[in-house]
């Protein structure tokens, strides 16, 4: 193997193809580097080797690599970068529907989770936040709003209104950690959540602060946490980059 084969992380994966599966063998190369990524084994800021050379470990054509390539491309996985070549950006985040924070998933998938804290005020509470938190309108509610990133790369806008007085809100302990770490520290149990995803195009305002382009798909999330008491202890409503993020659902069948 060249020395350049060897600095090729492609090289120490079990890469292989079937030639009599029906599955057009481009799409066979792209899963296995998707799971590679997935699975960090193609780790973030890794470059990829040479098209012509993985062509030749395989016995495919260089069209054939260039097509899995692209499609990972086109995926956000890989960045092609002109004098660099092409980069493993990272994994898409897939968060399992139970209750869990952003930040935790983003630690536990190793994806080095930062935030910036865009606003952390007290305000009354509006018709739909006292519904959702069963306060009165008009009580004093804590606003939140952070930016989450992963690896310095923006992937949520989070939207919190928290009751007044629950627990000490510090925009540097909010950019240190996660909302519900907080909560679990201030002696709050969390014990279930009323949830509902959709989706929008993103407006100009969520484009920008997402880094994506003005109607992009981007996800959405209202969440009510409540605690051991049943009391409501936050109300989120957030945005996540669809190119980057998604939720996994597991579907049990009902008996008839």
Request: proline fraction near 5%; hydrophobic fraction near 40%; aromatic fraction near 4%.
């Amino acid at each position: 193997m060249s020395p350049k084969s060897a600095a090729d992380p492609t090289a120490f994966l079990r890469l292989s193809v079937d030639r009599t599966s029906p599955v057009p063998l481009y799409f066979q190369l792209s899963q296995q580097l998707e799971a590679a990524i997935e699975q960090g084994a193609l780790t973030p800021g890794s470059l990829l080797g040479n098209e012509i050379e993985l062509a030749g470990r395989l016995g495919l054509s260089r069209p054939t690599v260039r097509q899995a390539i692209q499609s990972l491309v086109d995926k956000g996985l890989l960045v092609r970068r002109r004098g660099v070549g092409t980069q493993v950006v990272h994994s898409q985040v897939r968060r399992p529907l139970v209750l869990s924070s952003l930040y935790d998933d983003l630690e536990a998938a190793g994806r080095r989770p930062t935030t910036r804290v865009l606003r952390n005020t007290v305000e009354p509470a509006d018709a739909e936040i006292a519904a959702q938190l069963g306060v009165e309108e008009g009580s004093e509610v804590h606003r939140i709003e952070r930016l989450r990133y992963a690896h310095d790369e923006p992937m949520a806008h989070l939207r919190n209104h928290v009751p007044a007085g629950l627990l000490t809100l510090d925009s540097g302990r909010l950019e240190a950690t996660g909302l519900h770490r907080m909560m679990r520290a201030a002696g709050i149990t969390l014990h279930s959540a009323r949830q509902s995803v959709g989706a929008v195009a993103a407006a100009s305002e969520e484009a920008r602060l997402l880094e994506e382009p003005e109607g992009a798909p981007l996800l959405t999330m209202q969440r009510t946490t409540f605690d051991d008491t049943g009391r409501a202890v936050e109300y989120g409503s957030h945005f996540y980059r669809a190119s980057r993020y998604s939720f996994d659902f597991q579907l049990l069948v009902r008996s008839s």
